[in-house]
């Protein structure tokens, strides 16, 4: 069966910190990768994806990707209490099929 | 402005009652999922649908049963409820990432949380 792993926290990180949360996949044929957050109560909501190996910077945001080691990780810089949340990896798999990890759970200290 | 809604934020049914939960998109998005998301369990992929009429089992399909017969109502049927089955469902869609590269966003509803007595 085809996993995504994550930490379940909570991490916690002092604000103005960056906050590293990573992942890893278990298919080596996936392609696409994704970087969900989820407020208590709320549904899930996109805040980066990534397709090629490298980093990708989204203002605070840099997510990382290194296929070979089938590892993605999400950088939030100057860390701020408004992005404490459950951060949730998501891959797809095969034709569209997006699954996920159990979600790392973020607490930004102020 | 994209828009998933699911029909019923709160459900309590009786173990082994039949429950429908209905999921539309205004976005004609060609993907519609079912997840069930449980503390420490995360999202689990119940179901996934890439067209009318079509749809693939996802990692927890036993128990649940969907149907898609218009492309932008997908719904999840629990033919016989039972209590393992209490639990927030979220339908979510997206458009068919073949035909937009640089898309897959799912876009989610705000839930149905389902207790099942």
């Known amino acids: 069966q085809k996993e995504v792993e994550q930490n379940s926290g909570p991490l916690s990180v002092p604000e103005g910190a960056i906050a590293s949360l990573n992942c890893t996949y278990s298919d080596r044929g996936s392609q696409s990768f994704f970087w969900y957050r989820q407020y208590s109560g709320k549904s899930p909501e996109l805040i980066m994806f990534i397709y090629s190996n490298g980093d990708k910077e989204d203002g605070r945001f840099t997510a990382q990707l290194n296929k070979a080691s089938q590892y993605v990780s999400l950088l939030i810089r100057d860390s701020q209490p408004s992005d404490s949340a459950t951060y949730l990896c998501?891959?797809?798999?095969?034709?569209?099929?997006?699954?996920f990890g159990k979600g790392t759970r973020l607490h930004i200290l102020p | 402005d994209v828009k998933v809604t699911q029909s019923s934020r709160y459900l309590v049914k009786r173990t082994g009652e039949k429950v429908f939960l209905e999921c539309v998109q205004d976005?004609?998005?060609?993907?519609m999922f079912w997840y069930r998301q449980d503390p420490g369990l995360g999202l689990r992929l119940i179901y996934f649908s890439y067209d009318v009429k079509m749809k693939e089992k996802g990692d927890i399909p036993e128990g649940y049963s969907v149907s898609r017969e218009k492309k932008e109502r997908f719904s999840l049927i629990l033919e016989s409820a039972s209590t393992n089955q209490t639990s927030m469902y979220l339908c979510?869609?997206?458009?068919?990432?073949?035909?937009?590269?640089?898309?897959?966003?799912?876009?989610f509803g705000e839930g149905s949380r389902l207790t099942v007595l």
């Open positions: 976005m004609d998005h060609e993907n």
């Open positions: 998501a891959v797809n798999v095969e034709d569209d099929k997006i699954i």
């Open positions: 979510a869609s997206s458009f068919r990432e073949t035909d937009s590269p640089d898309t897959g966003e799912l876009f």
